[in-house]
């Protein structure tokens, strides 16, 4: 009998038990669930794992969580966490800064301009400059265009809002007034590729037809683009600690630190989520550094298989099979790989087995269009001097190559020799007579 109470007495405890748990439960905040289906598998395990590590109970992890949500663009899920967190206290910069930007990245600009607001006034000045010009961007969304001048107006140091207001001013027809803030971005000397436009657009507003061709000019070159403060950088750190990105971190460290075989085991695992073409290549060049031309060969026919064969992809198969002795396979497929575009290595590479089959003329003019290849790359990066040298040798190798002639009539405008210009463009049509750029070119000199 005393053994029956004792029993009933421990099912009882264990029923209360079990009822506090239920309650407990359904009183306790529960995290919200990401969406896997917008990353790739890898990350969506990593972030499956940081869930089940993270606790509803601590008011830091919300905040973590609501992070990696941001910057994967779970935006709704990232929202919520920092709600939570703000409305249960913590009260901090961050939480409020990463509620904003998932509010504007929901398109609910009217709540996100509130939060920068009350960040605003207390930030420090390379987070006042950002948030002022997240306001005026949002305004800007809103159609609100005089409020968003005032915003940026507010932090015209920052680049990018100085860049948002000269923009403003000349689409209200204020030119004049834009001119000192375009004169300003345009001596920071930063080759910007959107300030290069802005200015382009101003000179034509001020009916300067002479600078509307400079910047023209320059836009083809620009090597850069406008990055907006701080928040490119905590987007590239976050994302590097999940998925993809983080084993491509650690990859890339175990190949600095020559330690070649993990760091091959490493990209290759991410190359069975992400097959990209430039991943590919990346490891087929390192299964060709372990003596493992085979394997190379097969890296690049899965990625021929997936994506189509590119230059790049064609260009590491050939040396693959330069590796394993196949001389006919790899100058058939550097072939290849020139025909779809000319790249320094694969001219480089395929001029030299043309001299070890002592076809010395091709492999000459496949040297000239080796050094058209870098001059262009130099042309690009704003390298005039570089690009000028190795065009001019491409030049005087092949001088039946249209392209070359065309770039040799861009820096030499970029000399200030327009006679020596106009040459060039000509001779390029007369050449090839279907190059619309070098025609562009011709006709601005007759119709300037």
């Known amino acids: 009998m005393r053994s029956l109470r004792i029993l009933q007495i421990v099912v009882v405890v264990e029923a209360i038990a079990c009822l506090g748990a239920v309650v407990y439960r359904a009183g306790r905040p529960a995290f919200p669930v990401f969406n896997a289906a917008i990353v790739d598998r890898l990350t ?34 990232a929202e919520a966490c920092y709600r939570h967190a703000e409305m249960n206290g913590l009260n901090v910069t961050e939480v409020r800064l990463g509620r904003g930007i998932s509010l504007e990245r929901l398109g609910r600009t009217s709540e996100a ?98 600078n509307v061709r400079k910047f023209r000019e320059r836009i083809e070159r620009d090597p850069n683009r406008l990055t907006v403060g701080r928040t490119v950088a905590f987007y590239r750190q976050a994302r590097q600690q999940y998925g993809a990105a983080r084993l491509l971190v650690e990859a890339d460290a175990k190949e600095k630190a020559n330690r ?31 003596n493992r031309p085979a394997k190379s060969i097969d890296v690049c026919h899965r990625s021929i298989r997936q994506g189509g064969a590119s230059a790049a992809v064609l260009d590491q198969l050939a040396s693959a099979h330069m590796a394993l002795g196949d001389w006919d396979e790899a100058i058939e497929t550097w072939e290849r790989s020139v025909g779809i575009a000319l790249r320094p290595s694969n001219c480089a590479h395929l001029a030299a087995a043309y001299r070890r089959r002592g076809e010395n003329d091709r492999a000459a003019r496949l040297e000239a269009m080796a050094s058209f290849a870098r001059g262009v790359g130099f042309y690009r990066i704003d390298k005039i ?64």
């Not at 941001?70 to 935006?75: C, D, K, R």
């Not at 760091?263 to 073409?277: G, I, K, P």
């Not at 040799?408 to 020799?417: C, M, P």
């Open 113 to 210: 301009i509130e939060i920068f607001r009350s960040l605003a006034d207390d930030a420090g000045s390379e987070l006042r400059a950002e948030v002022w010009y997240r306001i005026g961007r949002n305004l800007l969304r809103e159609e609100r265009p005089e409020q968003a001048e005032l915003a940026f107006r507010e932090v015209l140091e920052f680049v990018p809002a100085k860049f948002q207001a000269a923009k403003l001013l000349i689409r209200a027809d204020r030119a004049d007034e834009a001119e000192p803030l375009v004169d300003e971005l345009l001596r920071l000397g930063l080759g910007v590729m959107e300030i290069d436009q802005l200015a382009g657009r101003l000179s034509r507003a001020l009916g300067d037809e002479e």
């Open 385 to 448: 001097e570089q690009a000028e040298a190795e065009l001019q040798a491409s030049y005087e190798r092949e001088p039946s190559f249209a392209p070359t002639a065309y770039y040799l009539g861009r820096i030499a405008l970029l000399r200030d020799k327009p006679d020596e210009a106009k040459s060039f463009f000509e001779k390029c049509l007369q050449l090839d007579p279907g190059h619309g750029r070098a025609y562009s070119a011709l006709m601005r000199f007759n119709h300037p």
């Open 44 to 77: 969506a395990e990593n972030l499956e794992d940081v869930s089940w590590r993270l606790s509803p109970d601590h008011l830091d992890d919300w905040n973590r969580l609501g992070e990696t949500y941001l910057v994967h663009g779970s935006y709704r899920q």
């Open 260 to 290: 070649l075989e993990e760091a091959e085991a490493a990209f290759e695992r991410v190359l069975t989520y992400d097959f990209s073409e430039p991943l590919a290549v990346k490891v087929a060049a390192l299964n060709l550094r372990l």
